[in-house]
């Protein structure tokens, strides 16, 4: 009898047990999910026939559809399933919403501060090379925070040469010179998931403080680090979910 019930009181445990990792499990990953934000968006401004230029990193590149042309590409030849232009996440957007495409000046591995082994491809070199969008997505900031480059400190003015090898003042130096160089386009800024928290936050602030439209990315699929065509699919939704809304957020 006794024999029986320490068989009881064993199984329970083990119950309980599983029942426990299971809860914590799922505790775990809802506090790592990250999910859809928006701020200074205007929303429903997007109207047939705009032009839209694209400034990113590997993520919007797409071999045969980049200003330059040699400008380096991770898609198609990639492991994630993005195998035709039609299933990145900016091609999809310009389709769906029956835009143009003005400028994709996407270089893989670029980050948007400078680094000196490889000036020409940061984003504050390249954003003359847009032509003449209406509507302008800046997407970047995950190399800047995989290779973990200096963040610095916030500047919104008289940036020298070697601030720009810094994060903040980079950024906000960009931002800054897309709504001189383009005063008429909307700027969308989007910011990937899983980005180190100061990349993260100096985007939102500096976002913030020159009134551009800012998107955090919800969750999407990725593989190797990279958006699957499932995750293209879920990029693209996300944003139309926030431009097709009617409120100004």
């Known amino acids: 009898m006794i024999l029986i019930l320490y068989d009881i009181s064993t199984s329970k445990m083990k119950w309980i047990k599983s029942l426990f990792y299971l809860i914590l499990t799922i505790f775990i990953f809802s506090c790592s999910k990250e999910e859809l934000k928006c701020s200074n968006c205007t929303n429903n401004f997007i109207t047939k026939d705009m032009k839209v230029s694209i400034i990113g990193d590997s993520y919007s590149t797409f071999k045969g559809y980049l200003s330059p042309s040699s ?125 180190k928290k100061d990349y993260k936050e100096a985007m939102e602030i500096i976002c913030l403080y020159y009134h551009v439209c800012d998107i955090s990315l919800g969750d999407f699929e990725k593989i190797d680090g990279h958006p699957s065509k499932k995750g293209m699919e879920s990029i693209c939704q996300q944003i139309n979910l926030i431009l097709a809304k009617e409120t100004t957020r």
């Open 71 to 195: 400008n380096p590409t991770y898609y198609p030849n990639s492991p994630t399933g993005v195998t035709e232009v039609s299933h990145t996440w900016w091609y999809q957007f310009i389709t769906q919403n029956q835009l143009n495409l003005e400028c994709n000046n996407s270089y893989s591995g670029s980050t948007i501060a400078q680094k000196p082994s490889a000036k020409e491809s940061s984003y504050v070199e390249r954003f003359p090379e847009l032509g003449n969008p209406d509507v302008i997505f800046v997407f970047g900031g995950t190399n800047d925070s995989w290779q973990s480059i200096p963040v610095g400190d916030y500047q919104y003015s008289d940036w020298k040469e070697d601030d720009l090898l810094y994060f903040r003042p980079a950024f906000a130096y960009l931002l800054y010179q897309l709504q001189q160089t383009y005063p008429n386009a909307q700027i969308v800024n989007l910011i990937n998931t899983d980005l």
